[in-house]
């Protein structure tokens, strides 16, 4: 639960960083889409529960479900793959990158489910 948190606060200071100080956000190797175009799809609630079920052991609504799916499968796996690249995570990287993998599925399947054909 601790590393859940920390990865919450992590992600939190990313976010605000990435929105005030976008140019100071962004290493030098990283795609600058990501902040640009990814980052800011997504409410900071429903990133904190995508964050939860990847990363731990929440889960996500159907609202946010929505926004995942809305936010593109480029952007959830390039942002999960950051998060997951962190030293701390890299040892399970596969394990997060699975989960992600999941959570994509499962969204989808919501969305279709509920969508008006």
Known sequence: MVKLNVIMVSFIVLVVACTCVPLLAVEENEPKKLWDQCVVKI?????????????????????CCHELVQEGKE??????????????????ELKYLKKRDELWAQCVSVSKAVSPA
């Open 43 to 63: 409410s900071p609630k429903c990133a904190l529960g995508i964050i939860s079920q990847v990363f731990g052991n929440g889960v996500v609504s159907i609202p």
């Open 75 to 92: 952007c959830h796996d390039t942002l999960i793959k950051y998060i997951a690249d962190r030293p701390s995570l890299i040892g399970n």
